[in-house]
């Protein structure tokens, strides 16, 4: 947000925003420091195939659903996201 402008629209807009991405973020959260999807409605970005097997579970069981990374991600960083997650898990 600029220096200039009405001062409570930004702020509305800022607390709009944070409660927008606020369950994205928990996702985030607890796939980078746990390992663990949290994602009871199919919105994240990282997703698991439970039918993949054993001896295939770090090339295949987790991958990116390019359609559901936000556009204020990079698929760079989404990669490092879902990179960082596979190796905690």
């Excluded at 220096?3 to 509305?12: E, K, M, N, P, Y």
């Excluded at 990282?46 to 990116?64: F, G, H, I, K, Q």
């Amino acid at each position: 947000f600029g220096a200039s402008g009405d001062q409570v629209a930004q702020h509305l807009a800022k607390e709009i925003l944070r409660s927008v991405v606020k369950p994205l973020w928990s996702m985030i959260r607890a796939w980078m420091t746990e390992g663990e999807l949290q994602d009871p409605y199919g919105e994240f970005f990282v997703v698991a195939d439970a039918s993949v097997p054993l001896e295939d579970l770090w090339n295949r069981m987790y991958s990116l659903e390019l359609e559901m990374v936000p556009s204020f991600i990079s698929l760079e960083l989404a990669r490092k996201i879902l990179l960082t997650g596979k190796s905690v898990n």
